[in-house]
Nanobody
């Protein structure tokens, strides 16, 4: 069973940057889609970014396009989320998620994913 652990959260002022990292343990995950989600207080969890295995195709929520990037390192079993030009509305708990790739998946949909990390808090002050 895949286990995921996030790190790198913290507090930053608007316009700043943070880099989140997700480490996966368990069976080889080179065939898994890796994604980042976030959930702000009182709001539903939403997809932020996803990266496919093999092709490395990436998907981003409109709200973060041009500011966030996602990458993966299959040797280290990691998936990172680089967040630049952060805004107060980016404040949330960020979760790493994984699922075995299948054709036609909806990669920013919470229901798609099987494995989840515990989350890491990101707070952006104005």
């Amino acid at each position: 069973q895949v286990q995921l652990m996030e790190s790198g959260g913290g507090s930053v002022q608007a316009g700043g940057s943070l880099r989140l990292s997700c480490v996966a343990s368990g069976p080889p995950w080179s065939d898994d889609v890796m994604a980042w989600f976030r959930q702000a207080p009182g709001k539903e969890r939403e997809g932020v970014a996803a990266i496919l295995p093999g092709s490395g195709s990436k998907y981003f929520a409109d709200s973060v396009k041009g500011r966030f990037t996602i990458s993966r390192n299959n040797r280290k079993n990691t998936a990172d989320l680089q967040m630049d030009n952060l805004k107060p509305e980016d404040t949330a708990t960020y979760y790493c998620a994984a699922v075995r790739y299948r054709f036609g998946g909806s990669w920013l949909n919470t229901e798609t994913y099987e494995y989840w990390g515990q989350g890491t808090q990101v707070t952006v002050s104005s």
